[in-house]
């Protein structure tokens, strides 16, 4: 079982950043797929999340972030826009299936001019 995320790094303010998270060793199509992130010292937040067909996102970065799954590929991707330094943190994919789950090992994104 394993979730690779790849896509993290350092932008301006106002640029944007897509992250991928490729999952296998698990039945990916029927997994609940969720994006979180995490500040210094505190815990791990949802921003996004993906199951029973419909995708939710944290208030802060509704109309920014978009997430989006291809289970052909077994991948799901964040799309970040308009990237404030609020949103500099680590990112981690985590998938939830009936008997298991798993946490991606996480990608960093900075935002700074």
């Known amino acids: 079982v394993q979730l690779v995320e790849s896509g993290g790094g350092l932008v301006q303010p106002g640029d944007s950043l897509r992250l991928s998270c490729t999952g296998s060793?698990?039945?990916?199509?029927?997994?609940?797929l969720t994006w979180h992130r995490q500040y210094p010292g505190q815990g791990r937040e949802v921003v996004a999340a993906s199951f029973d067909g419909q995708m939710r996102y944290e208030t802060s970065v509704k109309g920014r972030f978009t997430m989006s799954r291809d289970d052909a590929e077994n991948t799901v991707y964040l799309q970040m826009n308009s990237l404030q330094s609020e949103d500099t943190a680590v990112y981690y994919c985590?998938?939830?299936w009936g008997g298991g789950s798993a946490w991606g090992q996480g990608t960093q994104v900075t935002v700074s001019s």
């Open positions: 985590k998938a939830i």
């Open positions: 060793g698990f039945p990916f199509s029927d997994a609940a």
